[in-house]
Structures are given as structure tokens and as C-alpha cells.
């Protein structure tokens, strides 16, 4: 059952991490160490905790 629960949030947060990657680096034209950079997710940490 561990197993199950630990491969799930394996994938979800591969998916999460692949999305913002996309959203930020891809399709927002955002340069690749940006998207690594602390303040980036303090950004995306601010906004999806005021929704």
C-alpha cells in the first residue's frame, strides 16, 4: 500500500515540477536557471497559498 501512495506522489510531483517547467521555461520564455532560482518558487509559493 506504501508503495502505491509513494509512486503517486512520484508521478504527481514529476507532472508538477514537468508543468511549471514547461509554463515558465517554454511557453513564458523564462530562462532555464531562473526556473531553478529560489525566488521563482517564492513567486509560485505566494500565489497558489492566496487562491
Known amino acids: 500500500m506504501w508503495v502505491g501512495v509513494l509512486i503517486v ?8 515540477f514537468g508543468g511549471a517547467f514547461l509554463g ?3 511557453f513564458g520564455n523564462g ?3 531562473d ?5 521563482t518558487w ?3 509559493f505566494r500565489f497558489l ?3
Open 49 to 51: 497559498t492566496s487562491l
Open 31 to 33: 530562462p532555464v536557471l
Open 9 to 16: 506522489l512520484l508521478v504527481w510531483g514529476l507532472a508538477f
Open 42 to 44: 517564492r513567486h509560485l
Open 24 to 26: 515558465y521555461v517554454v
Open 35 to 39: 526556473f531553478f532560482s529560489g525566488n
